[in-house]
């Protein structure tokens, strides 16, 4: 008997042993080792240890002030996010605002709307070209045509776009709270305000933190915003890595920058990982009553907060309808910023559908998107399980590699790739990587990995164990317990996770940039391409057709991920 | 016959259960009865197989099971949270192991309908999802479920716990009646003593790890062999010094020994007119405290000096005023005695 369940370990641990030895060196070859050869290229340019080209760009003004300006850029939009989004989720969910319906369309628009989208949008009415410019400028022919420019510019761009985490995590702080502890401070006599900062605000604390950390690591690492919208005075450090990395001589310049930038990020991290420990609520409610909407008592406040809560749905949407109305625009009336419905074309359209060329980026950005969008989930799916269901500290350190991309910039682990495989590399089998269409699908892969593994391992964790148990004791087999109990539970989490992760890839820019295959310029690329300087009229009207693309495909992915979600939460209720 | 050989079982340096030995009949209703993390449910676990046992050896008629795989040892289980695969409907929950077990479809048609059956499940029910289902019919499920693969052995992880009070106390008597049909050996883990009394053949009643007795509801009930079974199963009061010293002052001839624990059950502290005529009692003063009304009985609580002793009995027609005096009295044959150690 022994020697039965001896061969069936055996077998088990052979598995698992082919399963460890691919992890690892996925992990390493393309997590870990890019990271350390950059260092390599940073610190031993010439094989020898060499600080030089560090002090070298550690005193060059340009970089200090882009350093300087992405701090104050980070701090800023931490600071402003915070404001809007607890607003928003407050309006939304705590007090009786009218027109919550319309509000609630309106604040998801940053998740439909993400990266390059709203920077295009921006840059084609605010910019010094651009629609509403152009109709200023004939009330006011003297006024600078570049007046939406530098970090007033990029501050407000990245505050409407930056209120996804407050929408999604946040929001979900504040509906888990247990009405009955509001009734209890009442009970005891406390009142509105007081119960908002005293009972609501602390138990929000800890999503507000680690919204606050998400939102100061997309500050520092700002790229597309920053480079379209803040001009020459307001140069940040992402734009100038780059523009570094164009060059052959300057790539170990960015190579020293991206680096800088990494480690900023991880101190950061390191600080609030101490300061949120310190910290942290966990319901013990047993029998938890939903939350319940407050009326403002005050009319005079409640009519501020609700034309204050519909002109920033309005700031918030505008844009986006912009969009939708210049891809039917020719391109001759928006330079004159006229909106002529007689004129109102689908010539756009057209010119996306009937060329390769206008049809090849939402092709190569649908193709990436969802090829990545499926391996990472597949890869995450045998991960995550492994993780869950061993807890032990090589999981644990498995899991915390797995954590790179969300501590480390974008860029670093794009020019991390690009600059490690640029040549035949043993780790590789001696391929080249670096000018393949296979290099952006991996760091598509990379970035999504921390969200997909979290988003899979809390399905994974919210699976009764005695379920598997069941499965066991009636006699189904490891294998057939994971596809006919397991899978079948956990289906809807990763389908969600599955269409986000298209979602957000849709219009990438950081790491495509840096990753592109000329042959197959993406969304996120050709929407950036359209908004410089000298691109052409075609491009720039494309750009608004691959937008709406972009939106109308999230709008329909994200009423389905959500409406399914409140759906289910209803049918619970 | 189920046999478990000096079992020990370890999480890390901690012994869940320490050299535990015990024998299950066939066709035996046997409780594993005990307060939470005393190891009733680790020992369940251990013969179910999802629990190595890091000594001794778990034998089933005989045959050393283990090590044998899980779904090798023929064992059906019945889980505290029904563990019903939320995926399913009603009928495919309970055909799940016979599909997996590769069942003739006709087979697996009459196994259905002969389960089904057995725990009142109606047709109309067998096509719902097992969400859309009550708790009790979620718990018939979760029996059939575990019935279906015939085996010989069905282990019930306190099944009834989830459910209210009334549902508990008729699902208790057809599981009863299911384990007589079947003619199967049943294992229930419960700590809830009611349960264990009402439905078992045999019980062993568990403590820290081990063992403390084993034996018939009313072995376990009316003999207990330590003080923790005296004080887990049944409501007793433990006779102060005070009161001993107040027994043996009013009968010189008792002479007990105030150190020794001597155990009284409440219905066995009487009042004057409960005594039984010519029987032997000694008289306790005391002073009335409280009552606690349960509708078929009255449990009351005295004070004899600083000492409270409770009582419990069918009379609950009269309402006693707070401090009134009254005389109760306890039979010796009663007494529940463990010696000085």
Redesign the interface.
């Known amino acids: 008997?022994?020697n039965?369940?001896k061969n069936?370990r055996l077998r088990r641990n052979i598995g698992f042993v082919i399963i460890a030895v691919i992890l690892i060196w996925a992990i390493f070859t393309f997590l870990v080792y890019p990271n350390l050869s950059l260092l390599r290229i940073t610190l031993f340019p010439d094989g020898t240890f060499d600080v030089a080209p560090v002090i070298q760009i550690l005193s060059s003004d340009r970089v200090l002030t882009a350093l300087k300006n992405s701090f104050i850029l980070a701090v800023s939009l931490t600071i402003t996010v915070n404001i809007l989004g607890i607003f928003q989720i407050f309006v939304l969910d705590y007090y009786e605002i009218k027109g919550n319906k319309w509000l609630n369309i309106a604040y998801h628009s940053p998740l439909i709307c993400n990266g390059m989208v709203l920077v295009t949008a921006y840059n084609f009415i605010f910019g010094s070209q651009g629609f509403l410019t152009a109709n200023l400028m004939e009330l006011f022919p003297n006024m600078d045509p570049y007046w939406f420019r530098g970090f007033g510019a990029v501050l407000i761009e990245m505050t409407f776009a930056g209120t996804s985490n407050h929408i999604m995590f946040v929001r979900d702080s504040l509906k888990n709270i247990d009405y009955q502890t509001i009734e209890a401070a009442e009970n005891m006599g406390v009142k509105g305000r007081r119960i908002l900062t005293k009972v609501v605000l602390p138990v929000l604390k800890p999503s507000i933190f680690a919204a606050s950390i998400l939102t100061f690591i997309v500050g520092v690492s700002a790229f597309a915003t920053p480079q379209v919208l803040g001009g020459e005075e307001f140069e940040t450090i992402n734009p100038l890595v780059r523009s570094f990395s164009r060059t052959l001589t300057t790539r170990n310049y960015a190579a020293v920058l991206a680096l800088l930038l990494g480690i900023i990020t991880i101190l950061v991290l390191v600080i609030t990982n101490h300061i949120e420990k310190k910290g942290n609520y966990v319901s013990i409610s047993k029998v938890k009553t939903p939350l319940k909407k407050t009326k403002i008592q005050n009319p005079v406040l409640r009519w501020i907060v609700t034309v204050a809560a519909h002109i920033i749905a309005l700031i918030q949407t505008v844009p986006l309808l912009f969009v939708f109305i210049f891809s039917f625009m020719t391109a001759g009336d928006l330079y004159a910023g006229e909106m002529n419905i007689k004129n109102f074309t689908l010539n756009n359209y057209l010119m996306v559908i009937n060329s390769t060329t206008g049809l090849r980026p939402v092709l190569t950005s649908m193709v990436y998107s969802g090829l990545s969008a499926v391996l990472v989930v597949g890869f995450m799916l045998v991960i995550a399980r492994i993780i869950t269901k061993y807890n032990n500290k090589l999981t644990g350190t498995l899991e915390l590699f797995l954590q790179i991309p969300w501590f480390l910039p974008v860029t670093l682990i794009a020019l991390g790739l690009i600059m490690t495989f640029d040549r035949p590399n043993i780790l590789t089998f001696g391929l080249t990587l670096t000018g393949t269409v296979y290099i952006m699908l991996i760091g598509y892969i990379i970035i999504r990995l921390p969200y997909t593994l979290r988003m899979i391992k809390a399905a994974y964790a919210g699976i009764?164990n005695?379920?598997e148990?069941?499965?066991?004791?009636?006699?189904?087999?490891t294998v057939?317990t994971y596809i006919?109990?397991i899978f079948?539970?956990i289906w809807p989490e990763v389908l969600s996770v599955f269409l986000l992760n298209f979602i957000q890839q849709l219009s990438e820019y950081n790491v495509s940039v840096f990753l592109f295959h000329p042959m197959f310029q993406p969304l996120g690329v050709m929407l950036n391409v359209a908004t410089g300087a000298d691109s052409t009229p075609e491009s720039q009207m494309m750009s608004f057709v691959y937008s709406v693309i972009i939106m109308v495909v999230s709008i329909v992915i994200i009423s389905f991920v959500y409406g399914r979600k409140s759906a289910t939460l209803k049918k619970r209720q | 016959m189920i046999k478990f050989n000096n079992i020990e079982i370890r999480f890390g340096d901690f012994a869940a259960i320490r050299d535990l030995s015990l024998e299950v009949e066939e066709g035996e209703f046997f409780t594993f009865l005990g307060p939470s993390g005393c190891g009733k449910t680790t020992t369940l676990r251990a013969l179910?197989g999802?629990i190595t046992p890091a000594r001794g050896t778990i034998e089933v008629n005989g045959e050393?099971?283990?090590?044998?795989?899980?779904?090798k040892r023929g064992?059906?289980?019945v889980?505290?949270?029904y563990?019903?695969?939320?995926?399913m409907t009603v009928e495919e929950n309970i055909t799940?192991?016979l599909k997996?077990?590769k069942w003739e479809k006709r087979a697996i048609a009459e196994q259905l309908k002969k389960v089904t059956n057995m725990v009142n499940l109606t047709e109309e029910q067998l096509k719902k999802n097992v969400s859309a289902l009550s708790g009790g019919q979620q718990q018939r499920v979760a029996i059939a479920?575990a019935l279906a693969?015939n085996p010989k052995i069905i282990v019930l992880d306190e099944p009834l716990s989830n459910l209210d009070a009334k549902l508990r106390k008729s699902l208790r008597v057809e599981l009863k009646k299911i384990q007589k049909s079947s003619n199967t050996t049943m294992i229930y883990v419960t700590h809830d003593q009611e349960e264990a009394l009402t439905l078992s053949d045999r019980i062993a009643v568990f403590n820290n790890g081990c063992i403390e007795q084993v034996g018939t509801p009313r072995e376990v009930y009316y003999s207990p062999q330590s003080e923790f079974v005296t004080n887990f199963i049944g409501d007793t009061n433990r006779l102060s010094e005070e009161i001993i010293q107040e027994i043996n002052r009013q009968n010189p001839g008792a002479d007990l020994n105030p150190k020794d624990h001597i155990y009284v059950r409440v219905e066995n502290v009487k009042e004057a007119s409960e005594r039984t005529p010519g029987e032997k009692y000694y008289r306790i003063p005391a002073v009335f405290d409280m009552e606690e009304f349960y509708g078929i009985t009255t449990r009351k609580t005295f004070l004899s000096g600083r000492s409270e002793i409770k009582s419990m009995s069918l009379k609950n027609d009269e309402k006693l005023e707070r401090g009134v005096q009254m005389d109760l009295f306890v039979n010796p044959s009663d007494f529940i005695i463990f010696k000085e150690r």
Do not use: H, W
């Open positions: 008997m022994k039965l369940s069936y009764d005695s379920l148990e069941a499965a066991k004791n009636l006699g189904a087999s057939k006919k109990v079948p539970i | 179910v999802f050393d099971i283990t090590y044998k795989p899980i779904e064992i059906g289980m889980f505290q949270s563990a019903l695969f939320p995926t799940f192991g997996e077990n479920r693969l």
